[in-house]
DNA sequence: CAAAGCATGTAAGCAGTTACATGATTGT
DNA sequence: ACAATCATGTAACTGCTTACATGCTTTG
């Protein structure tokens, strides 16, 4: 699984230049490459190299030319496989998770403002990620099954985020009760 | 956050060699780094470069000199410095829903056993991680404080593909109820 | 006699991130 | 005047994964 077969289902929807593609990616919840304008270039380049998107060159006054990717049959070919291929297990690699594992250096103070901190960027994702949900995603409208999919997707996203702290919060006051602050 | 902060956080405990420290990982549900037995003895070399670890060589008769690892100040400073830094929010890229999300070229048929496929995977590491968090991490005895938090790490863990689990099962019942096999 | 365990590493490659680089147009 | 939008890319780096490489000892 890579960025590449993301694109290929974003064209297999309708051509996209790389830009737009870009755009794309920055506004769904679910896809969330962060360094993305400079590997859709490259990832671009190399599709093209192996006959899996084609490329229509619009040569623009004054600006870049736009470069109008679509999907040829191999690459729809290519996209079926993958879609076929083995699930593959979700990561869960939360490296805060990690952090708090050797936290034991510090003291219960310190502990307390790093588990609160992480409760503020949670809380803060958990919201940005509810408020886009709510606007609902731009796709284009597809079947009643697809609409489906990507609606649950999106919820179990969100949902994630507010387990996250979920268990953060019960975390948090576990540990003030088993060493309460001198007041 | 690398494979080098955990490493550090090991060695806080006690000295390992890299052999150990690869089969610790490997035994820890929350720390799955796949590829280890290389990327851990090449951190080895790095953190001691750096001086963040101390080694002892204890040579061996007809084996390979056992190197034993040890954490000294400056390598304490490092993770101490770790541990204070500002918390990542989790990745939460789950290259499955990536997959699902243009699965629309598949069929009906095609889709649920995937579907299926995926449920298959995703039960057989919910019973993996189960049973292993009944056995209990092999950990050293430690403060009360870390154990609690050790065990709450696992057991989100199990929870979240548990939860996956059940986002699946309901997903599957939903698309049945869009569009009722023909029996 | 084969498999698992002990014990170390190297090399090649991929995916993703950050930073750098250019430059016109449109909106506030 | 400044920021945002349009539009393309390159280069360097980090972290992780896969495959390769060696060789002895103990257990089944």
Known sequence: MSIRHAILGFLSWKPFTGYELKKLFADSLSFHWTGNNNQIYGSLIQLHRDG??????????????????????AGREELRAWLLAEPELPQLRNSFHIQLAWAEA??????????????????????????????????????????????????????????????????????????????
Chains 1, 2 share one sequence.
């Open 52 to 73: 899996l998107v084609s490329q229509e060159v619009q040569p623009q006054e004054k600006l870049p030319a736009r470069k109008l990717y679509a999907i040829p049959p």
């Open 106 to 183: 510090l003291s219960d103070r310190e502990l307390d403002s790093l588990l609160e901190a992480y409760e503020r960027v949670l809380e803060a994702q958990t919201l940005m990620c509810r408020e886009r949900a709510r606007r609902g995603l731009a796709a284009p409208g597809r079947s009643p099954r697809e609409i489906l999919v990507w609606r649950r997707i999106e919820e179990k996203r969100v949902g994630d985020y507010e387990d996250e702290l979920d268990w953060l919060r019960s975390l948090r006051e576990d540990l003030k009760a088993l060493s309460p602050e001198p007041s």
